[in-house]
């Protein structure tokens, strides 16, 4: 069982999944999504299984600059979105053995141990 983190070092969400992770004995490869972006091929995968909407990051700068019409597009569109700027993508991201299972971290001990088949 391989599981890896995308995310950004400096977010408090990734810093809470981290320590959790830690502290439950979790092993885990993390990857900086500002200094090694995904590609739109990964990127398709992860919508493929999370869907676009979940995989927004709708609380940062990012997001709030891209304007109203983005209420109207297509998961094609937000791949592409999250392709040129990986800061739209909701943080962390986690996959477990290469597809994508859970976005986010909300300290549900349970629901994280699920999607991770611990």
Not at 31 to 42: A, G, L, M, S, Y
Not at 79 to 105: S, Y
């Amino acid at each position: 069982m391989s599981i890896q983190v995308y995310g950004i070092p400096n977010c408090g969400t990734c810093k809470k999944a981290f320590k959790w992770l830690q502290e439950n004995g979790i092993d885990y490869e993390f990857i900086n999504t500002k200094e090694t972006p995904p590609t739109r091929d990964q990127i398709q995968n992860w919508v493929k299984s999370l869907g676009s909407a979940a995989m927004r990051n709708t609380s940062g700068q990012s997001y709030r600059a891209l304007g109203d019409n983005k209420k109207t597009w297509t998961d094609e569109q937000w791949i592409e979105a999250f392709a040129n700027d990986a800061m739209l993508l909701k943080r962390p991201l986690f996959l477990l053995d290469g597809t994508a299972v859970l976005i986010g971290f909300k300290d549900k001990e349970e629901v994280v141990q699920q999607k991770l088949g611990l």
